[in-house]
């Protein structure tokens, strides 16, 4: 089995963060979407990351259908629920992925009024996440689950972004903060990106191209010195 991928791709990392949970061996090939081979094209329909060739050889494209065919082929990491409870999975899960892009262009802001502008389209969905959340220490009690996986990219590059640049897109939210916490705490997150995820990432998002790369430095030293005051996956 192999996944093709762009490195910072967040789609890609739900892919294989379900393939590291369920400890499904695979490869991982990395492409550039600026220069996208032909091969690549002729097996991805919406010329788009992830693309997961299973063992018998097939090409499936969108994370959606990836993960969902990962769930009904090997052990399921909920196996007990109900179809509602699949249902209402699925549907806290695609909250998740439809702002994977939101949390990227929030991350690319070339200033500190687009950050908050952008910010706030995720902290709804964040907001919502809060509201739903129970005691945990996983979305569906004591055993992580598809939601849990859909998730884990958010807030994973939340951890990493708020490490960096002391911006914390979780901001006030304590069970969110204590889910976040849960789910980075062992080294899933880790498994399911590059070793160099974190330079890669940094250097797209944390440049100086953005505000979060440029703009939180220019802010402390006006902080410190107030005379001095004078832009995806």
């Known amino acids: 089995m192999k996944v093709i991928s762009f490195k910072i791709c967040p789609f890609v990392q739900r892919v294989t963060a379900l393939l590291e949970a369920k400890d499904i061996p695979y490869q991982i090939e990395f492409i550039s979407l600026s220069e996208k081979p032909e091969w690549f094209l002729d097996i991805s329909p919406n010329g788009q990351v992830p693309v997961l060739i299973t063992d018998e050889g097939r090409a499936l494209f969108e ?3 990836i993960v969902e065919y990962l769930e009904e082929v090997y052990p399921a990491l909920q196996p007990d629920l109900s179809a509602e409870d699949r249902a209402i999975n699925r549907a806290w899960s695609y909250l ?8 990227c262009g929030a991350q690319r802001s070339p200033d500190q009024v ?14 919502r996440m809060e509201a739903q959340l129970g005691e945990g ?5 004591e055993t992580m689950g598809m939601v849990d996986i859909a998730w884990l990219p958010l807030l994973h590059r ?15 939210r304590p069970r969110l903060k204590a889910w976040q916490t849960r789910l980075l705490r062992d080294d899933l997150a880790a498994r399911s990106v590059a070793p160099d995820f974190v330079d890669a990432f940094s250097a ?8 979060l790369g440029r703009g939180q430095r220019a ?9 001095a005051a004078g832009s995806c996956c």
């Open 96 to 103: 998740a992925s439809k702002n994977y892009l939101v949390q």
């Open 114 to 127: 687009a950050l908050q502008e952008r910010s706030a389209r995720l902290g709804q969905a964040f907001d």
């Open 204 to 211: 797209f998002y944390l440049s100086d191209d953005t505000f």
């Open 63 to 65: 994370s959606d259908a």
């Open 158 to 172: 939340a951890d990493i972004v708020f490490r960096h640049s002391g911006y914390d897109f979780v901001g006030e």
């Open 137 to 141: 220490p996983y979305f569906g009690g």
């Open 219 to 227: 802010e402390r030293r006006c902080v410190d010195r107030p005379s």
